[in-house]
């Protein structure tokens, strides 16, 4: 069963870790996408640009329309997402509640019953 871990961030809390900070948050990180790599449970690992430089896509007249976005109610926003594949939900909490950050902010965790071959 796939499942899809989201943390999140902004742009405030990235700036409240000092440059001192960042190589360890970046080794334990590393560490953890090796670690889950190697049991084969980490199918990607990726980080999202900051909000103000996503986009939103709409169609309109059959061609495309783009707008900045999204325009978001909360300061929070994803900043990455982590793809797994294991034998069931428990395990998915277990590798989620090892994520490196995890002890200061939730990650969010949602099965993905369904995917395009």
């Known amino acids: 069963m796939k499942y899809l871990l989201m ?6 809390k990235w700036e409240a ?7 360890d948050l970046v080794a334990r990180q590393d560490a953890f996408n090796a670690k889950y790599r190697a049991t084969g449970e980490l199918l990607g690992a990726y ?13 309109r007249d059959g061609l495309p329309a783009v ?7 909360t300061k929070e926003y ?15 909490l277990q590798i989620a509640a090892e994520m ?18």
Do not use: C
């Open 7 to 12: 943390i999140y961030g902004n742009k405030e």
């Open 17 to 23: 870790y000092s440059p001192e900070e960042w190589p």
């Open 47 to 59: 980080g999202l640009g900051d909000a103000a430089e996503a986009r939103l896509v709409r169609r």
């Open 67 to 73: 707008t900045d976005g999204p325009y978001l109610e």
């Open 78 to 92: 994803m900043a990455s997402f982590y793809l797994l594949d294991v034998e069931d939900e428990e395990r998915a």
């Open 100 to 117: 490196p950050l995890a002890e200061q902010d939730p990650v969010e965790v949602w099965p993905v019953p369904h995917g395009s071959p």
